[in-house]
């Protein structure tokens, strides 16, 4: 995988949220520009990633989750954007995740459809653009997570970066934040309710087990569900919200050769036509019922 | 008056629980076990991280403290407290196994003579990265059959 190649969230305003993103620095494409996206709109970064907004009476957004999309922007910039936001009397929240590369990148606020935004900072000096450089990365949640790591390291090829919830450090630094000395993002921390008599205190702070996957030039994040909620229908292979993965055209083969293998529903590839961004996709859900696509951008 | 029918497993705490699994995997040889706290279901019910390795006939579960624990010293191979867990090897596989932790750099007092008319041979002493005193023997009954206990999974 070379990288994030779109996401897909869904919001219920499509001209309240094309005007919120491209405030933050979006471009806007306009329109129903990527394939099996609903009614949409399009937004791009400065390095050629797209959001897509799918209209949705009821988004799917999760933000009591550890689900939140990450756009890199330059230092300056960002200071801009927390003005705009002040202005919309929009909050930002400053709590923290566990990746030691997110150090400076606490600052995460809500879209109007409660999808998490947070803008990560890029070395890059500013050239006075304003642009979203980049998707940096994408979470999301499943509730089974050694399939998941199966799936994403033998299935998809990509590597584990950092894991949280492997180790007694990880269990010391939960602590701080059940003291409420350390202010954490959703889905990184929870309290759990002890079902054995022995502990002193029934309820203790626990990390929420997840791990980081490189892929290529960016990063996806699978969280643990800490509540079941309803898949999408098991048929249903293409929707929202999902994440886009690019591939070069050899690699997409084998992937869909490897998904077909392990028995994987997969629906493609599917060649898009001339005047689509996408060369070809295949769609197919991961062990959490998210959506993703793995797909060749035209260039 | 319990009367134990056989060994279930045994229980350690490791500090990370990956880098137990492979260090149980790769130096000893075991094979993964099932692990909890990766589904949500476990999360919603409470339960602590734990995996499990299983050496041979020896279902060894892992478990993930929520504090650290005192490391013995780096030149301390043996137990303050005597607990150990001991594995055997066949008598003409254990100089190939000492060497191999050599070539690993995992640092082992040994190989120690027990006396001739114990039941072991020779053992080496070393800890894991958690500091989980272990040790590696031959034998001198290795002839004899010993009954194997029931494993059964964590989870």
């Known amino acids: ?299 | 008056m319990a009367d134990v029918e056989s060994l279930s497993h045994s229980a350690i705490c490791v500090h990370d629980l990956r880098e137990a699994e492979e260090f149980y995997c790769d130096v000893l040889g075991a094979t993964l076990g099932g692990r909890v706290n990766f589904k949500t279901d476990d999360a919603i019910r409470g339960r602590s991280v734990h995996g499990s390795v299983i050496l041979e006939d020896y279902l060894l579960a892992l478990m993930v403290p929520r504090n650290f624990m005192p490391m013995p010293p780096e030149d301390q191979h043996r137990g303050a407290h005597g607990f150990r867990h001991a594995f055997r090897v066949s008598r003409n596989r254990f100089d190939e196994i000492t060497n191999q932790l050599k070539g690993r750099n995992i640092a082992f007092e040994g190989p120690v003579e027990h006396p001739e008319k114990s039941p072991f041979g020779q053992s080496i002493y070393f800890k894991d990265p958690s500091g989980n005193f272990l040790e590696i023997l031959w034998r001198r009954d290795e002839e004899a059959n010993y009954p194997k206990p029931y494993i059964t999974g964590v989870g």
């Open chain 1, 1 to 299: 995988m070379e990288g994030i190649s779109h996401v897909v969230i869904e919001v219920s305003d499509l001209n309240r949220s094309e005007e919120f993103y491209r405030e933050l620095g979006f471009e806007s494409l306009g329109p129903d520009h990527l394939p099996e996206c609903g009614h949409h709109v399009s937004l791009r970064t400065a390095s050629g990633q797209w959001l897509g907004l799918s209209e949705s009476l009821e988004p799917r957004s999760l933000p009591e989750t550890g689900v939140h999309q990450a756009y890199r922007v330059t230092a300056s910039d960002r200071d801009v954007i927390g003005r705009k936001l002040a202005a919309r009397q929009i909050d930002v929240h400053t709590h923290k995740e566990d990746r030691p590369s997110e150090e400076q990148d606490n600052f995460y606020f809500y879209d109007f459809d409660g999808n998490r935004v947070q803008l990560v900072v890029s070395n890059a000096e500013s050239n006075g653009s304003g642009k979203v450089l980049a998707i940096d990365h994408a979470a999301v949640e499943c509730h089974d997570l050694e399939w998941a790591e199966d799936f994403y390291v033998k299935v998809l090829g990509l590597a584990v970066e950092h894991r949280v919830g492997w180790s007694t450090a990880d269990y010391v630094r939960a602590q701080l934040w059940g003291e409420g000395k350390e202010d954490m993002a959703p889905g990184t921390r929870r309290w759990d309710q002890r079902y054995t008599v022995m502990e002193q205190k029934r309820r203790i702070p626990r990390p929420n087990t997840h791990f980081f996957l490189r892929a290529g030039d960016s990063v996806l994040g699978i969280y643990l569900a800490t509540q079941h909620r309803q898949e999408p229908p098991e048929k249903q292979i293409i929707g929202a919200p999902r994440i886009g993965l690019r591939v070069s055209r050899r690699a997409l083969d084998e992937t869909v050769k490897l998904l077909k293998e392990r028995r994987f529903p997969v629906h493609g590839p599917v060649e898009h036509s001339a005047s689509s961004p996408i060369v070809v996709s295949v769609y197919v859900k991961d062990p959490g019922a998210n959506f993703l696509e793995i797909c060749v951008p035209r260039d």
